[in-house]
């Protein structure tokens, strides 16, 4: 999103996209002055970032959701106890998932147990498809996930576990005069999706 804001705001200024599997790395890149603006992630239970030099704000948070089949004893379930999936089998996030892994291991410590992977690091979609086929439960980040066939999406009942995405930029940085507008937009685009994914259209 923050991509497609530049563009639009910048259209006559070459711009390249970074895809990195951690924001460490996506932070190495901006201090290094290879790039003007970071988006990072945080998630619960975890050292935060060094962000020496830079500013930071916040784009939101957002709950991250447990992953059923249609058929899972807790499907109709509106909320979902971490504590009622210590028996079953569990998709390990991928490493582009950025900590998720780790976070999600010391949250189900918490809760009692310790997860049952069986299967390691597949990205959203084929994820979506062994948990869709019920051979495991796992853990899902929007908004992407909602669009995934064959899931039953449920929060977690505490919130334990949740995704927390910034904006980063030098301050220094010749775009900094335009990144709370960049944030700004880019907050306000999220407020518009947020509402359209809880109340969708009728079939």
């Known amino acids: 999103m923050i991509a497609t804001i530049l563009r639009a705001r910048l259209p006559r200024h070459e711009q390249s996209t970074y895809l990195e599997s951690s924001s460490r790395a996506v932070l190495e890149l901006l201090q290094a002055e290879k790039i003007e603006f ?19 704000r916040g784009l939101g948070t957002e709950q991250v959701l447990i992953g059923l089949c249609p058929e899972h004893r807790l499907a109709l379930r509106p909320v979902v106890e971490l504590e009622e999936l210590a028996e079953d089998g569990w998709i390990a996030p991928g490493e582009r998932s950025d900590g998720l892994g780790l976070s999600l291991r010391v949250a189900c410590a918490r809760a009692g147990f310790s997860p049952r992977f069986r299967y390691l690091g597949p990205d959203q979609a084929t994820a979506a498809a062994i948990v869709g086929a019920g ?6 980040l929007p908004p992407g996930c909602h669009h995934l066939p064959g899931l039953a999406l ?40 947020d509402e359209a994914l809880s109340h969708p259209d009728p079939p």
């Open 135 to 140: 051979h495991a439960v796992g853990v899902f």
């Open 154 to 193: 449920k929060p977690l009942a505490d919130g334990r576990l949740w995704r927390r995405t910034s904006l980063a930029w030098r301050t220094d940085s010749p775009l900094a005069a335009i990144a709370e507008a960049i944030r700004f937009e880019a907050v306000h685009a999220e407020a518009i999706r």
């Open 38 to 56: 970071a988006v990072i992630t945080e998630f619960p239970d975890l050292p935060p970032p060094t962000l020496g030099g830079l500013s930071v």
